[in-house]
């Protein structure tokens, strides 16, 4: 079983739709979680990290659960900036795993 | 904020040459690094975790003896593929791990395209 576990996508949405991510991670004692956003052919950057509490970041919002080991994402009022792969990162013993990312496409 | 630099972008070489990938950590310390390997519509793999000073640890399946990583100082660690071949073609990253900001704060080079013809 894969450490992290994402649905592949791909996510076609108009803009201005409210779309929603989950990651599921195998290993209960990960410490902490992460968002990254990769775009086409580049290196993946950090979009937010995810707190117990939940965390938001402009249109952004971030959802841990401990108790059914998975994560969200949700995306509000999409812009076709918004477009690009979404990678689920657990951080477990000084290791980073990533799921394989979720791909969204914000259409016009 | 961090960067991480890492050079050079993009290299082609002949089958059976060796290529060197430079990570450098550019305003922190960096005790530890990852490499990664991502073919293409594919996932991060983790290649390998280098610790400055130490031996790498290599995940199940990659030949260390293929990929040699040295982490000489706490701002550079180097991916050498040796006698690579076609199927060596990839988009390999580096990232590094902040050690001042708690060690779980993770920096992503730009990474570098190697094709091997």
């Known amino acids: 079983r894969k450490e992290v576990e994402q649905d592949p996508g791909p996510f076609n949405v108009p803009e201005g739709a409210t779309v929603a991510f989950n990651c599921t991670y195998s290993n209960s004692a990960s410490q902490s979680f992460f968002w990254y956003r990769q775009d086409c052919r580049k290196e993946p950057k950090l979009l937010m990290s995810v707190y117990s509490s939940g965390n938001e970041d402009g249109r952004f919002t971030a959802q841990l659960n401990r108790a059914s080991q998975y994560i969200s994402l949700l995306i509000r009022d999409s812009k076709l900036s918004d477009s690009a792969t979404y990678l689920c990162?657990?951080?477990?013993?000084?290791?980073?795993?990533f799921g394989s990312g979720t791909k969204l496409n914000v259409k016009p | 904020g961090a960067v991480v630099s890492q050079h050079p972008s993009r290299v082609i070489c002949k089958s059976g040459t060796s290529v060197k990938i430079e990570c450098r950590s550019l305003?922190?310390?960096?005790?530890?690094m990852f490499w990664y390997r991502q073919f293409p519509k594919k996932s991060l793999m983790l290649m390998a975790t280098s610790n400055e000073g130490s031996k790498a640890t290599y995940e199940q399946g990659v030949e260390k003896d293929k990929f040699l990583i040295n982490h000489a100082s706490l701002t550079l660690s180097t991916l050498t593929v040796t006698s690579a071949h076609p199927e060596d073609s990839s988009f390999y990253i580096c990232?590094?791990?902040?050690?001042?900001?708690?060690?779980?704060?993770?920096?992503f080079g730009e990474g570098s395209w190697l094709t091997v013809v």
């Open positions: 990232s590094a791990s902040d050690a001042g900001a708690g060690g779980n704060t993770i920096y």
């Open positions: 990162v657990a951080y477990n013993f000084n290791k980073f795993y």
């Open positions: 305003d922190f310390q960096a005790t530890t």
